[in-house]
């Protein structure tokens, strides 16, 4: 537990040297890389989408790849294609951008469906099939997509099979004036991005992403978590609630939040706190509920407000 709680404050402190005034933004981005989780970043244009993605790359020394989603961008510009060698005779297969560890897909509402369904393998099944054959991606592998929520014209929603792959969402928002006269300083001469340097390895990282998976999580925290799913299924602006997909991501999400707060236990404060992140997203609203401007968020805020947390009881086999 403490060499994952080591690993995470060595990649939350490095990147907080470029996202400043966001501790809890970096540390929801590091809690998904430690669960092998994807994050869709919806935000507005300007306020640090990207160089999260960067920083996150450069300080675990992994490979980056970036891919701008427009309207006329194809799948196999994402996955790779397969091209005939006229002095092999044979066909190789050439690489899309997607076969990298960190994968920045930006404005992913852009493309269309088609395209979009391209990450679907991908993100669950971290591997890519094309014609007829499968390539496995490398580990870690972490899809960041951003999302400009307020943009609608030439955008394409995302459907709910590809939020559903999402393990949370999250929003930077604007920063503080404090935190903003501080960008302005740090930035004043040279970028920090480009002064960023690597802080954890790579197989660090993957050794914690599988020691996260053996803190400890109490059958009532399990209940707790599935009942708080099954909520969100049962009200009545809710049109579709939350998926299995999502009591699994709380669970994953919560063992990891617990390491990092340095603790081999998880606790309902721990799920209450990544409720929202990782639930509201899976929800869709009824449309007499949308028509009154019933936000995802607030259903799941309702759920937790309304549920009645588990009581405690001793761990068998501690001292």
Do not use: W
């Not at 080591?6 to 939350?12: K, N, Q």
């Not at 951008?97 to 993100?123: F, G, H, W, Y």
């Amino acid at each position: 537990m403490s060499e994952i709680q080591d690993v995470a404050s060595r990649i939350i402190e490095n990147v907080e040297r470029v996202i400043i005034g966001k501790r809890r933004e970096v540390e929801l981005a590091v809690v998904a890389m430690l669960c092998r989780g994807h994050v869709l970043i919806e935000d507005v244009p300007g306020v640090g989408k990207t160089v999260l993605a960067k920083a996150l790359a450069r300080s675990i020394g992994a490979s980056f790849r970036r891919i701008q989603f427009t309207p006329d961008l194809l799948p196999s510009d994402v996955t790779g294609v397969s091209v005939f060698n006229q002095q092999t005779r044979e066909f190789e297969f050439r690489p899309g951008p997607i076969m990298a560890q960190i994968v920045l897909t930006d404005e992913i509402n852009r493309a269309t469906p088609k395209t979009q369904s391209a990450l679907l393998e991908c993100m669950e099944e971290h591997q890519v099939t094309v014609d007829d054959r499968t390539y496995m991606l490398p580990e870690p592998f972490l899809v960041l997509a951003t999302q400009n929520p307020i943009e609608y014209e030439g955008t394409f929603p995302l459907p709910e099979a590809q939020l559903d792959r999402f393990l949370m969402r999250i929003t930077l928002g604007h920063p503080g004036a404090r935190d903003e006269v501080a960008i302005l300083d740090a930035q004043q001469h040279v970028h920090p991005l480009d002064t960023l340097e690597q802080v954890v390895d790579v197989a660090e990282l993957l050794a914690a992403q599988e020691e996260s998976k053996g803190i400890y999580a109490d059958p009532l925290i399990k209940e707790y978590i599935v009942a708080l799913v099954h909520a969100t299924r049962d009200l009545p602006d809710v049109y579709l609630g939350a998926s299995p997909r999502g009591s699994l991501g709380l669970h994953r999400t919560g063992q990891a939040y617990a390491a990092i707060q340095g603790r081999d236990y998880v606790i309902p404060d721990d799920i209450k706190t990544l409720a929202e992140v990782v639930l509201a997203h899976r929800i869709i609203i009824s449309p007499s509920a949308r028509i009154r401007n019933v936000d995802t968020r607030d259903v799941v805020q309702e759920v937790i407000s309304t549920l009645p947390v588990p009581g405690t009881r001793v761990r068998q086999g501690r001292g």
